[in-house]
């Protein structure tokens, strides 16, 4: 264990910059040890004698005058050790997954993937035109619209209104079926 120097209580510090004087009042001893002044300024430092640094050591409160909400974005920063965290994967992973920077956090609230159509409900909305997401109400109210523009009755009994009303029929059951419908 080191033993600590005493500067004489006479000593002009002018005449030697580099030796320091314990920053505790009243105390003549020899500042060799440092310590930080404040959380926000840990670059900056009081210099103590052995004794007044163990004394400011054992006061030293880290958090004393922060929030509760600095205390946690401080405790949540050590964890990454200061440092920002990127995507496993680099940057491309994170600009692949740019998708995610309309303010949902995916890990947060992770919603399954809609499994692909079949290909048979696909040619079957492509001919209703409509996309998903649907609702059976959305895909009644279409399937009435196509029917009264594509009825025989209403087209002079066109035949090829007629076979356009049976697509148009077999594509509505097929969807139907697909959204569990009745």
């Known amino acids: 264990m080191r033993k600590p120097r005493f500067i004489p209580l006479d000593f002009d510090q002018s005449q030697f910059p580099q ?3 314990c920053d505790q009042e009243g105390c ?3 500042g060799e040890f440092r310590a930080p002044k404040t959380p926000y300024h840990l670059q900056e430092y009081h210099w103590f004698c052995l004794e007044h640094v163990r004394e400011y050591n ?3 409160d880290f958090y004393r005058d922060m929030s509760e909400e600095e205390i946690e974005a401080s405790r949540v920063s050590d964890v990454t050790w200061n440092r920002p965290s990127w995507p496993v994967g680099g940057w491309r992973t994170l600009l ?5 920077l309309d303010g949902i956090d995916p890990f947060l ?7 692909a159509l079949p290909q048979e409900v696909q040619k079957a909305l492509g001919t209703l035109d409509l996309t998903p997401p649907l609702t059976i109400e959305a895909l009644k109210t279409q399937y009435k619209k196509l029917a009264k523009r594509h ?4 087209n002079a009994g066109a035949k090829d209104a007629e076979e356009r009303l049976k697509a148009v029929n077999e594509a509505y059951q097929i969807v139907k079926k697909h959204l569990g419908g009745q």
Not at 109 to 115: V, Y
Not at 151 to 154: A, E, K, T
């Open 19 to 21: 030796a320091k004087l």
């Open 28 to 30: 003549a001893g020899a």
């Open 58 to 60: 054992k006061a030293w």
């Open 96 to 100: 692949e997954n740019a998708r995610y």
């Open 109 to 115: 609230k992770m919603t399954p993937r809609e499994p």
């Open 151 to 154: 009825h025989p009755d209403l």
